[in-house]
């Protein structure tokens, strides 16, 4: 796991960088209340793997993960799907959920996994 301090504008504490691709970064912010992960830019099949990789990573050190999406831009099918099972694993709680997600999850007749998300 290649970690990488980064400084939030604004904010006190300091962002780790835990991925970095092209579209897709991910951070874990000690900010309170608790931490969480925050997803920021592009989840989709390209890096859904390497994504549920660094969240397994992230969740042995941190027990149940909070994973804030409200800064992805997009999600496709295998990002949702992986994000999803999460949550259903009682894994990981997913805040900041964007209005696409909701939409996306209520096209599929799955809105009920927010449920088990939040």
Not at 33 to 51: C, F, K, M, S
């Amino acid at each position: 796991m290649t970690i990488q301090e980064q400084v939030v504008p604004g904010e006190r504490w300091v962002d780790a960088v835990l991925y970095l691709d092209r579209t897709l970064r991910i951070t874990y912010s000690p900010a309170p209340p608790g931490g969480a992960v925050r997803l920021i830019g592009e989840l989709d099949v390209t890096n859904t793997r390497a994504a549920a990789r660094t969240l397994a990573q992230a969740r042995a050190a941190e027990g149940i993960l909070i994973i804030d999406v409200g800064r992805l831009k997009f999600v496709d099918l295998a990002g949702l799907r992986m994000l999803t099972g999460l949550c259903r694993d009682g894994v990981a709680h997913l805040i900041n959920v964007p209005p696409g997600m909701r939409r996306l999850l209520g096209l599929l007749g799955r809105a009920d996994v927010l449920d088990e998300c939040a």
